[in-house]
């Protein structure tokens, strides 16, 4: 038979590992080739209107989508920043002060919380947030309602991340800041964050990505009311949960109009993720 | 081996391409209510009978009617009463959509008129109060464009999707009743057999009365509730040979558990 001498054993890997990459690459850029045709009629049709029509009504050639897009930035945003510290603080726990016998335990909740299906934080909301909120401001489901449920589903990614990221960095450091008198303290605040500033940034960029692409929960407690929020009582609709609520029942044109809210959110997730890397190259570059 | 070969290649050919030139296809079009229902019991017939394939295409009820007078369609979907001068075409009524108006079970008010509900959903009542309820904001729940029960319901009350003013707006059944359950303040509207089984089953739901009638599926099939309108399938000639068969089979006990799988109410 064929043996595997060291090299050839390298070759395969290589080659597995350029096969998988390639497919994945293209499958995104086919999804995008199929996203971007679907949407061209709309696009053809509408144009600008997509962004100056008064609201969404297709059955009545209304398509404007800013109130949406307004509306997933500020859900994922919304989450993004109750959801850092808390994940931080989690992370930092769990790594540095939770005792074995408690660390344990409150690290499986996390990894359980990371785990748990859209649909359950989605119907939890909307049978228990939504009611608590709508005794403060009718009508509960909001944009509120929204963040603190994708807030709840987004910290556990960054505190895994960030947990995966302490270990290794603490094994170079953490004894010799202790050795040097340092408090635990101040090598978490002075040393060990600066050093990862950069994963702690790639982590909420993952945790927001999340957020962003979220569908059913925000669908079930958001409200989804075509209109720009004034303030976080107000309902408001994903550019997600638009997809989600009417394509089953689209044709034509409003079919295509939803396509092109895909689009957009493809460009959004594309964007972040760009300007996340390009601060990332600046950072180290300047290292 | 080359000889097998060939011959299993033309054996594959001569077997698989008998039974394509063999099948009928029979073009349905309208609705695009009716269209997901008729789409399922054309693959129900289609299983039993190998001969036929059927076609179901969408674009609202009045193409149904264009296309079957034009002989483009064999059969149309319409989800309407024929109008006058529609009466030329042979007319299958197999069921009929209806709507509940739903509020939670706490709610004190039990019965709305058309005009209340036009000025609830226009946002000219927005408390409780004045339709004899306790001192609470409504909670106005709306449907997702597209959904045929928003057709129906603008479509009844005489109102635009743009003039209504909507707190929350939902897109299947379940989840306008899992809204109105869990709000003590709102009022949606769901197809009749989703709300009346979910209230059979304890969820804290009430079905408002609508102009003195209650909602019941009982009184949709004998048609006293007026917030209904009839799926019909419509053919341009006497329906003949396997479209004859195919309606057949939509009208027979056969396919009334598919119809209402789709929430609505079989006419047999």
Redesign the interface.
Known sequence: MYQLTKKNKDFILESVLTINGLFSAIAVGLIFIFVTRESLPAIHLKGWAFFID??W????G?FNVLPMIAGTIFVSLGALILASPLGLFSAIFISFYAHGSLAWPFRRVVELYAGLPSVIFG?WG??KL??ML?EIR????SLLAGILILALMIFPIITLNLMANFRPSSKKYYRVALSLGMRKSTYIWSILLPSLKQQIVGAMILALGRAMGETMAV??VC????KMPTSIFD?I?TLTANI???M????NE?RSALFFTGLILFLLIFVLISVADFWRRHESWKE | MIKFTIFIFVFALVTLSFPLNAKETIVITGSSTIAPTLLDLAKLYEAKNKGVRIDVQTGGSSRGVADVRKDLAKIGMVSRALKADEKDLHAFTFATDGIAIIVHKTNSVSELTKEQIVDIYKGSITNWKVLGGADQKIVVVNKAEGRSTLELFIGFFGLKNSQIKADIVIGDNEQGIKTVSTNKNSIGYVSIGTAEYNASVGVPLKLLNFQGKSAKVENIKNGTYPLTRELNLITKLKPSGSIEGFIKFVLSPESTHVIKDHFFVPAY
Do not use: T
């Open positions: 008064k609201s009504y297709p059955l009545e209304q119907f909307l049978m939504v009611p709508n009718p009508p509960g489901q669908l079930m409200g989804n009311i075509v309902p609709r989600a609520l009417e089953a029942y689209a044709m409003h």
